[in-house]
């Protein structure tokens, strides 16, 4: 049995303590006694920074020292761990950057600071041989790090999709639901505490971009450009798409998907837009503020996981298990047992992103239009003067000549390169009233 060198307990600073770093005081409080047994050895939180140190947050702090000196915290001898709770870009990355250089381990939620400055961090914990820990940052409380990293390490991954992101998920369910527009879905989003007063790296898919670069490194080794990654969010979506959907047997989810196929060698595929998918699909099941990702390796098949992607308290416990597995490091003085992308830097490559256009696949199209004579056939037309064969055409409306009515086409599996060329010419069209709108359908989503 190696040596616990920290029977004592393993010391924990936290920077930042907002709702996630109030989870984590919160579940080392509670579950104190528990972590400490499965540890061998207690985590002792012994110091918290944060510039607001006068709120209330409802959770016992004796005993630990709060103050808003976090460069004091990071150099603090008795820290072992850092934990950076702070979000956002440059603070955040100049504290993380600091812990790394103190020779501490760091855990962190903040998925944006890893896809954009991944590269430098983690460079930098492999040089001062030190571990940075992120399991929060990608699922909440779900441990789909863990299970890339570990639990299907012997799998050459096929895919990875999911709804990555709770809120728009939220949002979706409730236009289906209600009828209602994105706005008025949004804004209950908001009163709820699901959306954020700024909504925008939810809701233009920004979020899931960054988790889907996490998640595209673990599974494949590829160290992507976030930039890269095709990244289309859900504003413009209306209350027909969830009906026209419904009749066809399907809903609108909007997914994060990463796939390295064979046919594509050197490239990965790597997206995140709204998309239909059969109501029969097990993503299809997942409702509200939850989350849900479908990995598919070649022996494991296809694996679930499913449950709460955000919150205080499943969140926190996503970071009090990172700490847990820090901190048996700290115990064993064994750090970098496995490479926080699961590959060792050496081996990460960067393939390229594959066009959307090389996609092929169905699509659903919805066309704005004036119901004239004709323009049923300039739609059509249009899309068969690019081989675009067409398995159903719906049209909406007051149908009355002259007046503005929408039409929607589902095509057969067609390149996508194609319909957006067949798209430019239709939408020039004097009946064309605004850029058609096009939605791509995935059928194996599980
Ligand atoms: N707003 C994000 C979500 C928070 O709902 O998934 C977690 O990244």
């Known amino acids: 049995m190696p040596k616990n060198r920290k029977k004592d307990g393993v010391g924990v600073g936290l920077i930042g303590l907002g709702t996630i770093g109030t989870g984590v005081a919160r579940v080392l409080r509670q579950n104190g006694d528990l972590i400490a047994e499965r540890m061998g050895a207690p985590l002792r939180l012994i110091r918290i920074a944060d510039i607001d140190t006068e709120t209330d947050r409802g959770v016992n702090l004796d005993g630990i020292v709060f103050d808003a000196d976090a460069q004091g915290l990071v150099e603090d001898p008795q820290v072992d761990i850092v ?7 440059d603070v955040a990355r100049r504290f993380t950057l600091e812990a790394i250089r103190a020779g501490k381990h760091v855990v962190t939620a903040n998925k944006a600071l890893l896809a954009l400055h991944g590269r430098e961090i983690f460079g930098a914990a492999a040089a001062a041989g030190v571990d940075v820990a992120f399991e929060a940052s990608v699922g909440g409380g779900i441990p789909i790090l863990r299970s890339l990293r570990e639990g299907l390490c012997a799998n050459r991954i096929h895919s990875v999709q999911g709804i990555l992101n709770g809120t728009t998920n939220y949002v979706l369910t409730e236009m289906e639901k209600t009828g209602e527009s994105f706005e008025i879905a949004l804004k209950r989003a908001q009163d709820l505490g699901y959306a954020e007063a700024d909504p925008t790296f939810d809701v233009d898919g920004i979020d899931a971009a960054h988790k889907l670069c996490l998640l595209a490194a673990m599974a494949f080794g590829v160290d992507l450009d976030f930039n890269d990654i095709p990244t289309e969010g859900i504003r ?26 064979p046919s594509h060698p050197g490239r990965i595929e790597a997206r995140v837009h709204p998309t239909l998918i059969p109501r029969s699909s097990m993503l299809a099941a997942v409702d509200g503020a ?52 699961s590959y060792p830097q050496q081996n990460l490559s960067s393939p390229r992103v594959l066009p ?41 409306g007051p149908s009355a000549t002259g007046e503005p009515v929408t039409v929607v086409v589902w095509t057969h599996p067609s390149p996508e390169a194609a319909v957006r060329e067949a798209l430019k010419r239709i939408d020039t069209g004097p009946e064309v009233l605004s850029p058609t709108r096009v939605l791509r359908i995935e059928e194996e989503v599980g």
């Open 236 to 261: 413009h979506l209306v209350p027909l798409d969830f009906e026209i959907a419904a009749e066809f047997d399907y809903r609108i989810k909007m997914l994060g998907i990463a796939k390295e196929e």
């Open 356 to 396: 959307l256009g090389e996609l092929q696949g169905r699509l659903y199209l919805r066309f704005e239009v004036v119901d004239l004579p004709g323009v049923l056939s300039h739609v059509t037309g249009g899309l068969a003067d690019h081989g675009i064969g067409i398995e159903s055409v719906i049209q909406r």
């Open 83 to 89: 934990v950076e709770l702070i979000g956002g870009y």
């Open 290 to 341: 939850l989350t849900a990702f479908l990995v598919d390796g070649d022996a494991v098949g296809s694996t679930l996981y499913y449950g709460a992607g955000a919150g205080e308290m499943p969140t926190a416990s996503a970071v009090v298990a990172d700490l847990m597995e820090l901190g048996r490091e700290v115990c064993r003085e064994s750090a970098g047992r496995v490479a926080p992308l």
